[in-house]
């Protein structure tokens, strides 16, 4: 059975963290909050846990897991040559959504982490829960979202209990997220600084501190260019098709009506304003900001499957700023898709 406790995260309580610390000193798992999504945590330099955290999620082993640290004090025990934009990365944004590859130092970490390449994704997590727990473990915690392989990353405790009960001992639960999608990922080991994975933190902010910054498309990660291995899978989908559709309402009531027509049902995930459509379902994206479609965007992908729908429409946003994270998740879980 898997036990939630609910912890405040305004609230300094060593005592909630116990019992979490000890069942991942056992080499056990633990589901905790970030400030991105949850995550499902083992003891990095453990392969009893690390296994443990392939199992429950059903995940592919040749896809790494990020390094959750705590303190900067640990960096140097888990990498080597470390670079200066590396370093000013850290230091601008930890602790935060951002997660860099670095040279991974041998027989440190389990190789479950790193999946057998020469390189490891550190990251320390901007919430209190997360920080807490990992300072108090004083060890590294490899961490990919907590839910089960496949489906969209969870944003809630109730989430991750929805995908993993019964195969996990523990979620600590801190509450809704912050920002809803995951960390950028950054790889800086190569000549120039590439986006593998775009997230909370955009390619505008990295280029003020590291200077120039590629950042692949879609088309181009496909096309071979270097690129975080989960990339590959299909991510983020409820189990109807999902189709892009622009944020115009008589394309999105054209639409509504065209699906109805063939008698099916119809899900439509968009911002607050289209809240009245003839649709079946309606979940909303938010306000109609960036943020907040960041926010909601993977509540209202998995809201899809306590339905009868059978297509989901989703509204799109512009690739800048948080906006490139957003429509890279959209465009994985839509396969490309468009509603014509
Ligand atoms: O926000 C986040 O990053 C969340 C929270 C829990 O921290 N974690 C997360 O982990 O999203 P996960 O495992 O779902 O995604 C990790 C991504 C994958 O696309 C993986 O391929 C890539 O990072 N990755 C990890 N280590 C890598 C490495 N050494 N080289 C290239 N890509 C790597
Ligand atoms: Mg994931």
Redesign the pocket.
Known sequence: ETTRIIVDKNVENGKNYEQAVDLLKSEEVVAFP?E?????GGIATSDLAVSKIYEAKGRPSD????V?IGTTEEIDRYVVDLSDKAQACMKEFWPG?L?I?CK?KPNVLSTKV??G?D???L?M?DHPVALQLLRQLGEPVA????NQSGKP?PTEGIHVEEDLRGRIPMILDGGATGIGV??T?I?LTLDTPTI??P?GITKEMLEAVIGEVEEPTHIEQKAGAP?????KYTHYAPNAPVYLIEKDESAINQAIQAIQAKGQKVALLAPNQFATTAADYFFSFGEDTQQEMALHLYNALRACDSTDAQIVLATVTSTDGVGSAIMNRLEKSAGGHWYK
């Open positions: 970030t991105t999504v949850y995550g499902l896809n790494p897991l990020i959750h959504p997660t590859i991974v790193t999946a390449l390189t490891v994704g990251r997590p961490a990919p979202s907590a990353s995951e960390s990922v790889d593998l994975r997230g690129k975080a291995p989960g990339m």
